[in-house]
Each structure stands twice: as structure tokens, then as C-alpha cells.
């Protein structure tokens, strides 16, 4: 049975109808605001504990790195993003998701063949052009300030 492009038109549709904007944009704003409260509680808490300010930004990032990645493997952190989408984008986790998720897929095809070659399969495209753009704008801004 052909269908026309009006009945296909109308079967897509159905099959997937528009998400809640204003929810979907409240949720992730109050998750990825919820994310830099914790950062700054730990931040906070490190300088009580007698941290230098250079000490107190390596162990926020590490701490932040290490939760999302213990949560991701608990599976708790994909429940999260399904409700809080962008919201758990926040770089430092979204980045610690998107290398931890491959290194527990492919751990039963072995240390070197599976974890390792796959990794950063979903960040190595991140940092690869994140770090040819940071380059890019580096020449220009030398270009333009030398």
C-alpha cells in the first residue's frame, strides 16, 4: 500500500507529537542551575577546609567529574538527563557522561579492543574540534593583537 505525502505527513505527526517547550527549557534550566549550586557548595566547602583557590577549582571539577561518573554507572545519571535533557549538559558532566557511558559499553569486548578503542567515542569529536577551534582562535587573536 502506497501512502501520499499528506497521510505520511499526518502519520509522523502522530507518531511524534511536539514536546512540552516551556516544561522541557524550565527542567533542564533548574538541573543545570542545580549542577553549579552543588559546584559552588563544593567550592565553598573546600575553602572552609583550607584549600587555595587554584586547590578549591581542580577538586570541584574532580569531585563533579567523579559523581557523574559513579552516577553513570549506577544508571541513576541517564534517569536524570531523561527528565533534565540540556540541563545535564553542563560541560564537566555532560563531558564525564559522554566518556564513562562507551567505557561501560564496551567493557565485555576487553580492556584494549573495547574499552579503550572506544572511549571517547562520543567525546573524542569534542575534543578533537574543541581543541582545532581553540588553536583557530588563538592565530586570530594573536594576528589581531600582535
Keep these: 500500500m502506497q501512502t501520499s505525502t499528506e497521510q ?10 511536539n ?11 533548574a538541573c543545570g542551575g542545580a549542577v553549579c549550586v552543588l559546584g559552588e ?8 577546609l583550607g584549600a587555595d583557590d587554584e586547590r578549591t577549582r581542580t577538586l570541584v571539577a ?3 567529574i567523579a559523581l557523574t561518573a559513579v552516577l553513570t554507572a549506577l544508571g541513576v545519571f541517564d534517569k536524570i538527563a531523561r527528565h533534565a535533557g540540556a540541563g545535564t549538559i553542563v560541560p ?11 567505557a561501560m559499553e564496551f567493557q565485555s569486548e576487553g580492556r584494549i579492543l573495547g574499552t579503550g578503542a572506544n572511549i571517547f567515542k562520543l ?10 577551534a581553540a588553536v583557530l582562535y588563538g592565530v586570530i587573536y594573536w594576528l589581531m593583537h600582535r
Design 62 to 64: 574532580i569531585t563533579l
Design 8 to 17: 505520511y505527513k499526518t502519520m509522523v505527526e502522530t507518531a511524534s507529537p
Design 123 to 132: 567525546a573524542g569529536p569534542v575534543l578533537v574540534y574543541g581543541g582545532g
Design 41 to 48: 557548595g563544593l567550592g565553598l566547602l573546600y575553602a572552609r
Design 19 to 29: 514536546s512540552p517547550l516551556a516544561i522541557n527549557m524550565l527542567k533542564a534550566f
Design 92 to 102: 564537566i558532566t555532560g563531558f564525564a557522561n559522554a566518556v564513562t557511558s562507551p
